[in-house]
């Protein structure tokens, strides 16, 4: 018999890895499929930064690191946050790892005793509750619709906390919402955080970047730096400079936190690609117009997805503010037939008509924690987007 810790029995696989196997099934067998399911930008990373890994191979930079990171990459970290976050952090307060993911991961495996309580605030992106289970913590779901824009409110942190309160997660700009925290929004969080000493906040910021219109990316630690004794500020290079292959992400905060994460690291993936390292250092210090270029391109997109599905019946999609997915609502569907017969009784049988009936890959609401919804990535060509509003716009016609 196979020999599986208890634990497992908790952990979901992941939703976006999962339609990822369905739209190469169905592309295998020879259908053409509109990929909306997408977590990553859809450009190469670019030339310079591509260089700048090569070149560190080429130079022999091909052994272990330091645990933490190199000292150049943490240095250049540092002096990011620094620069672009107002976080002024010694670079022995950060930690290098495989990805933000991977920080993440670390940070609960660190910290969390069986049964401690995580608050995840619904939408959320699929691994944390994950992550939280897996190493014996509790994730406590705090839901916001859209009347809310999605964003937990002061009171329902409030209402949340309990004695075993670890953590509270926040991710702005929000996958899969694409929703921004505004400044009042975190002061009124972080006040409630001041209540509270025994709770610690990680802020995962990996969409810092990309905001849309009048939105600004606001960090709680810049509203309330007086936090930053128990903030875990969380980001990475995998959206910012489409670097997700390279697995780059970082974690800031107090020093015993990021001591004790770097353990965990040194006894389980040493240190972080070497290359992929030297090809950050050059990413966070090299030109930014890659990144002003990628935000244009998307906010271009952001539009034109909005505007094709709501001009579909029975979807109601809200501008996003940031990130680069749309969560729109398809609660108008609900209880209609499709022309096989089957009545689309939640999002799960909306997300399968879309794909089996037109090819349009999406994700369910369910698998971010709000039902009736769907996610669809705009990382993709604006004539993805076109065609895939097309079809969508064919497969509600189609039901009665
Ligand atoms: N945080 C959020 C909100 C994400 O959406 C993702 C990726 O999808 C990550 C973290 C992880 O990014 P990475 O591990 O590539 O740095």
């Not at 950050?280 to 997805?305: K, M, N, W």
Request: charge should be negative; hydrophobic fraction near 45%.
């Amino acid at each position: 018999s196979l020999l599986l810790a208890e634990r497992l029995s908790t952990v979901k696989p992941s939703p976006s890895m999962a339609a990822k196997v369905r739209v190469d099934a169905l592309r295998a067998a020879g259908r053409r499929i509109i990929d909306f399911t997408i977590g990553e930008p859809d450009f190469p990373t670019p030339a310079h930064i591509v260089e700048a890994g090569a070149l560190a191979l080429a130079q022999g930079h091909t052994r272990y690191t330091a645990s933490a990171g190199t000292p150049a990459l943490r240095n250049a970290i540092a002096a990011k946050l620094a620069r672009e976050n107002g976080f002024v952090v010694p670079p022995s307060q950060v930690v290098v790892g495989c990805g933000a993911k991977h920080i993440i991961y670390n940070a609960f495996a660190a910290t969390l005793n069986e049964g401690d309580e995580v608050i995840v605030p619904a939408p959320y992106w699929v691994s944390y509750p994950d992550m939280v289970a897996i190493n014996g913590g509790k994730p406590v779901i705090v839901t916001a619709g859209a009347d809310a824009g999605f964003k937990m409110s002061a009171q329902a942190l409030a209402a949340a906390i309990t004695p075993r309160t670890r953590w509270v997660v926040l991710n702005t700009p929000n996958n899969p919402t694409g929703a921004v925290y505004s400044r009042s929004e975190l002061e009124a969080l972080c006040e409630v955080l001041r209540a509270h000493p025994h709770v610690w906040l990680l802020t995962d910021e990996i969409y810092e970047h990309f905001v849309y219109g009048g939105a600004r990316h606001v960090a709680p630690l810049d509203v309330a730096p007086d936090l930053a004794t128990r903030t875990l500020v969380v980001n990475g290079l995998s959206k910012t400079y489409a670097f997700t292959g390279w697995r780059i992400g970082f974690g800031a905060g107090p020093k015993p936190l990021i001591d004790a994460i770097t353990l965990l690291l040194s006894q389980s993936t040493s240190c972080a690609c070497s290359a992929s390292q030297a090809a950050a250092v050059a990413a966070l210090e090299g030109p930014q117009q890659c990144v002003s270029d990628a935000v244009v391109r998307f906010a271009e997109r952001r539009d034109r997805i909005v505007a094709g599905l709501n001009a579909i019946d029975d979807f109601s999609c809200t501008a996003p503010d940031g990130a680069f997915y749309v969560f729109p609502s398809v609660a108008g569907l609900l209880g209609r037939r499709t022309p096989a017969g089957d009545v689309l009784n939640n999002d799960v049988d909306v997300m399968r008509y879309l794909l089996e009936h037109v090819g349009v890959a999406t994700i369910d609401g369910a698998s971010y924690g709000l039902p009736s919804h769907l996610r669809l990535s705009f990382a993709t060509s604006l004539e993805e987007i076109d065609a895939g509003c097309l079809a969508i716009a064919n497969a509600v016609k189609d039901c009665t």
